[in-house]
């Protein structure tokens, strides 16, 4: 039985191999995730070995409040001093390594998009883990270096000169250095270098460090170390062994790329998903095909379990070849995904591609199994067949009696599904969690959907037919008669495609969505014209900046607003400051109780809270609150006035002083400044005399934006968002495609004799050809409205809970439209090799077939 | 034995020919593998005959009919229906013409599942985009007695029945020539009876042209001429007396 298993394989090895393409595309992604991220977590664990060469001990600050740019807090550097004291150091010294923005001469950013750059310091020759490939290392004060990666990408030489700016105007530097540490890649991220007291400077740090390294004196273990210096330091500071260090940096790395891991293999699974569709198809047309091969092998004596164990072996065949496949495609594809992360400004640093025997035996096993599980059933239908089936001209197929089997699954699988999707929102589980319920529940009615779309198919298919049927006459007809002819093949086939077009309606009608509530709060909460921003919208601008631009002819009121991510009460929450002078007038707060006599008011350790902050907490006006720093310290703040904020607030879930802002939570940088014009103030010319005043004062990071840009902006991160999500939605696409190809090619294959008849009476190859296209665009155009019509649904109620927090949907009519338009395009596509086989079918052939 | 069968004659030849074939030689694989199903054969066809073509079963009589048909090309040799050469014809060309001139009846029905009895019949008219003389339409309907069927699927029809829809199919157009490749092949004796009644009268009646392939003596002796084929050259023809006579022929040629 097993050769001949092997036999039928390899007779339709065209079909095997096709049938394969829907595990392949999933296991691809599967291995292209694992191969790429473990490609980067290598990376970055040999950036972090490589840097605490010469290291035993290092001191840090511990980080109790996580904050949004991953940044932690710098210490007193009078630690330094007790630490030297200690019993067994030979040599301690402390460091900068800050975010920081690193320019050309003329003020252009170096870097690219969202890869962070960063400020560090010189070390001793001991701790310095970086060699110089070209130039030396800055010992004067106007000196620095570049790693070399990133001065190639800028094309910046030696001698040439680069700005350097954190929390004050930029300053200039003369290149006197390249950097180079070990082999390591630092992907699109760059440093350079400065003498510490110029790093301390610049990234606002003076008498503090970053980091303390200590090199232990000889026969002092650096464990017994760290535990002598833990005694001497303050408890907010970490002291770890170097090796401990870098572990711990690579597993917070590796934590924050888990992220992008569990993104990815989600649309993997959303392809292997619609891949199971496709193989339940295929084996469900090549099992009803040889319904008389099995009755046959029934008479010769064959058990049921050997009929099933040949199907089955068939479907492992197929899983395993194409996992194989998959898994060289996914090689490919971590390169192409690197690239195209490198593309929209998120290069990741990487050495040799590493392929991790998890990565291998994941894949295998997951394309085998979704392979074997999807074509159980169709196996098990297989061991239905009599030894009779062999003897009868019509084809057996199985009785009423299992409808009802099926609408109760289909019935109980939408329940739970809704059931789950119902729950998850109510208790508003989020994180990984939530997004795996809801996920479960979507494919629960996914699948309850494509139970129930055999009865949809004859209605919808007339439907779409009839214009086919109108330009294309009796093609049209026949072609929708054959969608219509067998309902649960049409249905398996469009559900496939319906899957990858719900997601890309509702991850459309999202960001469009997404783009106009934002649109909303930029109309609604800022009055003023014109938006002050760090770099990309990122990075947090000097201060001086914001005063500089109130002081341009035309400027009616200005206002930066800071941010720190705190705990409130023991909860996070992200709080802003604001100028209290000229903040109503560009910023419109929106009263729950106070009024802006509240903000404008406001005193040191007084807060304006919003009110899902104050209800989660349970606090009223006049309430404590406490507020813990990042580093720590707590400090208790009274509620002043509680403020309406939505999901999108410019306020965050607080105000507080710029005063309270820089004493207790260390920051002194705008992340936006706000700014108003005068009424009879032109916008361009005034516009253009700020831009023109922030680069004579020496503030090149900061972006100047009318509402319009801004609004421009926003809207180009979420469509570069959507960009991404459509390019891996679109895998899942090409797989049901696929499935329809398969599909038509078996259903001509079945045809054959008809097809010969209808081309001996006259009809032509380009009548067959358009007949075979409009079955596939019949087909295709029913995923199509089903998908949307599912992915409006469901952006419809998931929308619901969060029309709570000001998110208001919009459905983009015109892009839907066109997505309908595309994907009957996309159905052309696939039937032009199943069309031009059945155009090119015999005619002699056809009708002597049997 | 061949010298006690009629020579192949030409007593036909004062009526116009619509099939001419000159010539005709078709041969499948090379060297030791070579079959030469057609060996050499000249024949021609005149208008409102009906032709029976018998041999034992390899003779070439399939291979001889799709030749003529258009839908296979011969080795060597040359067809013209309607005096129009057609070995040379691209598959355009070849569409045009079973259009317009030719209609098919095969072994199995051949009826699409998916469309009525009527619709079956219109087929070939849809196809060419031509619209129906309603009155040949009702007429051939009539002929076949499927009047109350019109509307029943296939599957919903006899064997006998579908052979009669698929007859009427390829009456509809009013075809220079109707092939039939063992259209009671596959019925029982009455249905058989049916079909061959159906297309006698089309000869008789419309004048109908039409060329059947067969194995069963009653069928061929339906026919106004029987020529027969062995080993690819035709061995034998002339009217049909009867049936008895067409079994001893078939027994001299097996
Ligand atoms: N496609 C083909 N390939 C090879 N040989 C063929 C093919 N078709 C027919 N033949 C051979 O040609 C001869 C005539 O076949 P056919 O015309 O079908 O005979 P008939 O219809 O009289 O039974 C037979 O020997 C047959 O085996
Ligand atoms: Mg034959």
Not at chain 1, 448 to 472: N, Q, R, T
Not at chain 1, 810 to 825: F, R
């Amino acid at each position: 039985m097993l050769s001949l298993t092997f036999k039928n394989l390899w007779a339709r090895k065209w079909r095997s191999l096709m049938t394969a393409v829907a595990v392949i595309f999933g296991i691809a992604l599967v291995a292209g995730t694992y191969i790429l991220t473990d490609t980067t977590n290598q990376a970055f664990d040999q950036i972090f070995n490589e840097s605490i060469a010469g290291t035993d001990v290092v001191v840090t600050a511990k980080s109790e409040v996580d904050q949004q740019d991953g940044s932690t807090p710098s210490f007193s550097a009078g630690v330094l001093k007790e630490v030297r004291q200690v019993e067994g150091v030979d040599l301690a010294s402390g460091g900068i390594f800050s975010q920081g923005a690193i320019l050309d001469k003329d003020g252009e950013s170096t870097g690219g998009g969202f890869s962070p750059q960063f400020i560090s310091s010189t070390q001793p020759e001991i701790f310095e883990a970086v060699t110089y490939p070209e130039g030396r290392k800055p010992t004067g004060p106007r000196e620095a270096t570049l790693d070399k990666a990133a001065a190639d990408r800028a094309e910046l030489e030696v001698g040439d000169t680069i700005l350097l700016a954190k929390v004050g105007k930029a300053v200039p530097f003369k290149l006197v250095g390249l950097t180079e540490l070990g082999g390591s890649s630092f992907g699109g991220t760059s440093v350079a270098q400065v003498i510490l007291p110029v790093a301390q400077k610049i990234t606002g740090n003076v008498n503090r460090f970053d980091q303390i390294a200590i090199a232990a004196d000889s026969g002092v273990s650096p464990e017994e170390l760290r535990d002598r210096v833990q005694e001497v330091v303050p408890d907010t500071l970490r002291v770890e062994t170097a090796q401990e260090n870098a572990d711990r940096n690579a597993s917070e790395i590796r934590d924050s790329l888990q992220f992008l891991t569990i993104a990815l293999l989600a649309f993997a699974a959303i392809a292997l998903f619609v891949g199971s569709f496709v193989i339940f198809n295929v084996f469900s047309i090549t099992v009803a095909q040889r319904t008389r091969e099995f009755g046959m092998l029934r008479t010769l004596g064959a058990s049921r379990r050997q009929i099933l164990v040949t199907v089955l072996i068939e479907g492992l065949i197929i899983g395993l070849v194409g996992s194989i496949i998959g898994l060289f495609v996914g090689y490919g594809l971590a390169a192409g995904l690197s690239a195209v992360l490198k593309a929209v400004g998120a290069e990741l640093p990487a050495n040799a591609l590493q392929v991790l025997p998890r990565t291998i035996i994941v894949s295998l096993l997951i394309g085998v199994g979704v392979t074997v599980v999807s074509s159980l059933i169709p196996a098990v239908r297989s061991t239905r067949v009599p030894p009779i089936a062999a003897l009868s001209e019509t084809l057996v197929t199985g009785g009423k009696s299992r409808v009802v089997v099926r609408t109760v699954i289909a019935v109980l699988l939408a329940a739970i599904g809704l059931i789950l999707i119902a729950m998850t929102l109510i208790s508003g589980t989020d994180g990984g969690t939530g997004a795996a319920q809801i996920g479960g529940g979507a494919v629960c009615v996914l699948i309850a959907i494509s139970i129930f779309a055999p009865k949809l198919v004859a209605p919808a298919a007339s439907i779409i037919g009839a214009p086919l049927e109108k330009i294309g006459g009796l093609t049209g007809r026949l072609a929708r008669e054959n969608a219509q002819r067998n309902p649960s093949r049409t249905a398996v086939t469009a559900a496939a495609l319906m899957i990858g077009l719900a997601l890309i309606a509702f991850v459309t009608i999202f960001a469009s969505g997404l783009s106009s509530s934002v649109n909303k709060v930029i109309d609604d909460q800022l009055p003023g014209e014109i938006t002050l921003q760090g770099q990309g919208g990122v990075v947090p601008f000097p201060a001086g900046a914001v005063d500089a631009a109130r002081n341009v002819e035309g400027v009616e009121a200005a206002s930066g607003v800071r941010y720190v991510s705190v705990k409130a009460d023991g909860k996070n929450a992200s709080i802003s400051s604001v100028d209290p002078a000229d903040i109503v007038q560009v910023y419109t707060v929106e009263w729950k109780e106070g009024s802006n006599a509240d903000l404008t008011g406001l005193t040191d350790r007084e807060m304006v809270i919003g009110d899902g902050l104050a209800d989660s907490i349970g606090v009223g006006i006049g309430d404590p609150v406490t507020l813990t720093s990042q580093d720590g310290r707590e400090f208790r703040f009274t509620v002043k006035a509680i403020m309406k904020t939505d999901s999108i607030s410019l306020a965050g879930e607080g105000i507080i002083t710029q005063t309270s802002m820089a004493r207790d939570f260390d920051q002194r940088l705008d992340a936006v400044g706000l700014v108003k014009l005068d009424p009879d103030a032109d916008l361009d010319s005034t516009q253009t005399a700020i831009e023109d005043t922030l680069k004579k004062q020496d503030y090149p990071t900061v972006d100047v934006l009318n509402q319009g840009e801004l609004k421009d902006q926003q809207k180009q991160t979420i469509n570069g968002l959507l960009a991404m999500i459509y390019v891996l939605l679109a895998l899942a696409v090409v797989v049901s495609l696929v499935g329809i190809v398969v599909t038509l090619i078996l259903s001509i294959y079945e045809r054959t004799r008809e097809l010969g008849m209808l081309r001996a009476i006259g009809m032509s190859r380009r009548q067959v050809k358009r007949m075979v296209r409009y079955e596939a665009v019949i087909t295709a155009v029913i995923g199509a409205i089903t998908g949307l019509i599912v992915g409006v649904v469901f952006a419809f109620l998931i929308g619901i809970p969060l029309s709570g927090d000001g998110f208001e949907l919009s459905y983009p009519i015109g892009t839907l439209i066109v997505i309908l338009i595309l994907t009957a395009l996309a159905g052309v596509l696939a039937a032009i090799y199943p069309a031009r086989k059945a155009a090119k079918l015999d005619v002699l052939e056809a009708v002597s077939y049997e | 034995m061949e010298s006690t069968l009629a020579a192949p004659s030409q007593s036909h030849s004062s009526e116009s020919p619509i099939v001419k074939a000159t010539g005709l030689e078709r041969v499948y694989g090379e060297g030791q593998a070579e079959v030469r199903a057609l060996d050499g054969v000249d024949v021609t066809f005149e208008k409102g005959r009906f032709t029976s073509i018998m041999g034992p079963s390899g003779s070439g009589k399939s291979t001889l009919m799709h030749i003529l048909a258009g839908l296979d090309k011969p080795t060597a040799g040359s067809v013209e229906i309607d005096g129009e050469e057609i070995t040379g014809l691209d598959d355009g060309d070849l569409t045009e013409l079973r259009r317009d001139k030719l209609g098919f009846v095969f072994q199995f029905f051949n009826l699409l599942p998916v469309l009525t009895a009527e619709e079956n019949i219109l087929l070939p008219l849809s196809i060419a985009k031509k619209k129906p003389d309603q009155e040949w339409v009702d007429q051939v309907i009539d002929r076949v007695g499927l009047g109350d069927r019109r509307d029943h699927r296939p599957s919903e029809l006899s064997g006998g029945q579908q052979q009669r829809v698929a007859v009427a199919r390829a009456l509809v157009t009013k075809p220079a020539v109707l092939f039939a490749d063992e259209p009671t092949g596959n019925l029982d004796s009455k249905a058989s009876e049916d079909v061959l009644t159906l297309l006698r009268g089309a000869v008789d009646d419309v004048g109908q042209t039409v060329i059947m392939v067969t194995h069963e003596p009653d069928a061929a002796a339906h026919g106004d001429r029987l020529i027969a084929l062995r080993d690819g050259k035709l061995v034998h023809d002339a009217p049909p007396v009867s049936a008895d006579n067409v079994i001893e022929l078939l027994k001299t040629l097996a």
